[in-house]
């Protein structure tokens, strides 16, 4: 399974960024998929993740609000639409996703083992 993240960028605070994660490989339109972010000298934390069955979506509460997932089973791609971006949203994006990703699992960055190489995502004040 390989990941592709794309869309970050730089943006001034206030503004909007869509972010894309496309699949290609082994893959099922039923795996559950991770957004997580990676600031300078912190840890990877957990941003939002839809359930490979349908309606089970999560998200930061950070982000609640403001972010949005979604994603495309035809194109294997799935979605974050970032809203109302802040200088605190700085950071490398990643997306992962597994299909034995469970719905109580969805925030565990250790419960997903496909990952993508991150995009940048820069917001300015």
């Known amino acids: 399974v390989q990941l592709q993240a794309s869309g970050g960028g730089l943006v001034q605070a206030g503004g909007s960024l869509r972010l894309s994660c496309a699949a290609s490989g082994r893959t099922r339109s039923s795996d559950s998929v991770g957004w997580f972010r990676q600031a300078p000298g912190k840890g990877r934390m957990f941003i939002a993740a839809?359930?490979?069955?349908?309606?089970?979506?999560d998200y930061a509460d950070s982000v609640k609000g403001r972010f949005t997932i979604s994603r495309d089973n035809a194109k294997n791609t799935v979605y974050l639409q970032m809203h109302s971006l802040r200088p605190e949203d700085t950071a490398v994006y990643y997306c992962?996703?597994?299909?034995?990703?469970?719905?109580?699992?969805?925030?565990?960055?250790?419960?997903?083992?496909?990952w993508g190489q991150g995009t940048q995502v820069t917001v300015s004040s």
């Open positions: 839809i359930h490979r069955s349908g309606p089970g979506i």
């Open positions: 992962a996703r597994d299909p034995s990703v469970i719905r109580s699992n969805l925030a565990s960055s250790t419960a997903y083992r496909y």
